[in-house]
């Protein structure tokens, strides 16, 4: 089992910055990705950014050139961020961070990040 959770969301101006965190302990013996999400109202869950267990990355297109992800790791935690600037009013949502072990998928609860315009 792998515990995911997640935190740095906030309200923030349009153009201003962020960073998001996420923290996934537990049986994590067999990484394939960690990634993070984002759902609007009324939209689906979107690819925001992932990273690799070789550290690959992928980026949606939206957020290509503004936003960065970076991974770390304890002995017992690995840890997930994501850099948010030039933030804009679309960038609303809830951000989900997820983590794909031996091929099982795992969420955290979200948070959620407000840009005002």
């Known amino acids: 089992q792998v515990q995911v959770v997640e935190s740095g969301g906030g309200l923030v101006q349009a153009g201003g910055s962020l960073r998001l965190s996420c923290a996934a302990s537990?049986?994590?013996?067999?990484?394939?990705?960690m990634g993070w999400f984002r759902q609007a109202p009324g939209k689906q869950r979107e690819l925001v950014a992932r990273?690799?267990?070789?550290?690959?990355?992928?980026?949606g297109a939206s957020v290509k050139g503004r936003f960065t992800v970076s991974r770390d790791n304890t002995q017992n935690t690995m840890y997930l961020y994501l850099q948010m600037d030039g933030l804009k009013p679309e960038d609303t949502a809830v951000y989900y961070c997820?983590?794909?072990?031996?091929?099982?998928?795992?969420w955290g609860q979200g948070t959620h990040v407000t840009v005002s315009s």
């Open positions: 537990g049986n994590i013996d067999s990484l394939n990705y």
């Open positions: 997820s983590v794909v072990n031996g091929g099982s998928l795992y």
């Open positions: 990273i690799s267990s070789v550290g690959n990355t992928n980026y």
